[in-house]
């Protein structure tokens, strides 16, 4: 999760390959929706058909505040930034003009944790896992992502090239994503994590030094580094492991009924290119990092 950035520029990793075309590769649907929820016929999904929470409104839940390279000025409404052009991509191909989606604020942790919701589906940089969706069904991917390391300049830790070389850093990442499972899982620090609320909690005690490093996904990576906290660095990435790619997906409420219908837009909007073109458009500098052996 989850976590900050503007337009520049997580399956957690043990070895680390060269990424430059992966961070904007087409993905698959094996970590999607369940195939339980992949049922309803065509018809179910036709515009004006679908059992939205307001009828001819399609309400979309992100948090606040809204982060580049995901969202452009905060405003998820915009239509710029790589989320929030996704949704009036899937909101179009589910029948929705831009003026028929509503957009509601909703925290990152909510977004996933138990519980009825008051959205259709929520996009917020929400990795897919078996653990989520006990809770929540999931779109297929729209997304692959990695995990990336930031430090000062100046720090020790900068030179790290491996996740060993990081094992003594007080590291940081924001509650609840995949970014804590990486320095938890992946590096395993002598040190206890510190843990933030929100990314801009994680980025201020870096640049107070009250942490050696924080993990969050590369795009926002490379705009903290590029735009908030220029005396920073990307250190580098994690691979995925065994080749299994982590996902952003949309959530949706359990056994929503709308599930099928927006992975069928997703795949959609991945089959003809769109996808793809927006991942060049909003993340095309997030591509290239040392990888952590």
């Known amino acids: 999760m989850h976590l900050t950035a503007r337009s520049l520029l997580p ?6 390959v060269l990424a430059a075309a992966t961070a904007c590769a087409p993905q698959d649907t094996s970590t999607g ?12 999904c036709d ?26 000025d905060d405003d998820p409404a915009s239509g710029r930034g790589f989320e929030s052009a996704v949704t009036y ?39 897919i896992s078996d ?9 297929s991917g729209y997304y692959d992502v990695r995990q990336a390391v930031i430090a000062l300049k100046d720090s020790p830790y900068a030179k790290a090239t491996t996740a060993a070389g990081l094992k003594d850093a007080k590291l940081g990442a924001q509650v609840g994503t995949t970014s804590l499972d990486t ?33 969050v996904d590369l795009p926002t990576a490379f705009y903290i580094t590029g735009a908030e906290v220029p005396d920073a660095k990307v250190v580098g990435q994690f691979a995925d492991s065994a080749g299994v790619a982590e996902r952003f997906g949309l959530v949706l409420d359990k056994g929503s009924a709308l599930t099928s219908c927006v992975t069928r837009a997703v795949d959609g909007l991945r089959a003809d290119g769109t996808l793809a073109a927006l991942e060049k458009q909003w993340l095309a500098d997030a591509v290239n990092a040392p990888v952590l052996k």
């Open 33 to 44: 929706a369940d195939a339980s929820s992949s049922g309803s016929s065509a018809s179910a």
């Open 183 to 215: 320095i938890n899982q992946i590096i395993k620090p002598t040190r206890q994590p510190a843990v933030f609320q929100k990314n801009d909690f994680a980025k201020s005690a870096l640049r107070n030094g009250q942490v050696d490093a924080i993990v």
């Open 47 to 72: 515009p004006g058909a679908l059992a939205t929470r307001a009828k001819g409104k399609l309400t979309v839940g992100t948090d606040k505040p809204a982060y580049a390279p995901w969202f452009q």
């Open 89 to 127: 991509a899937v909101a179009k191909a589910l029948g929705y003009e831009k003026n028929q989606v509503v957009w509601q604020t909703v925290p990152f942790n909510n977004s996933f944790a138990p519980g009825e919701k008051n959205f259709d589906f929520d996009i917020n940089q929400v990795s």
């Open 131 to 139: 653990e989520r969706k006990k809770a929540v069904d999931f779109s």
């Open 11 to 16: 399956a957690l990793p043990a070895l680390l």
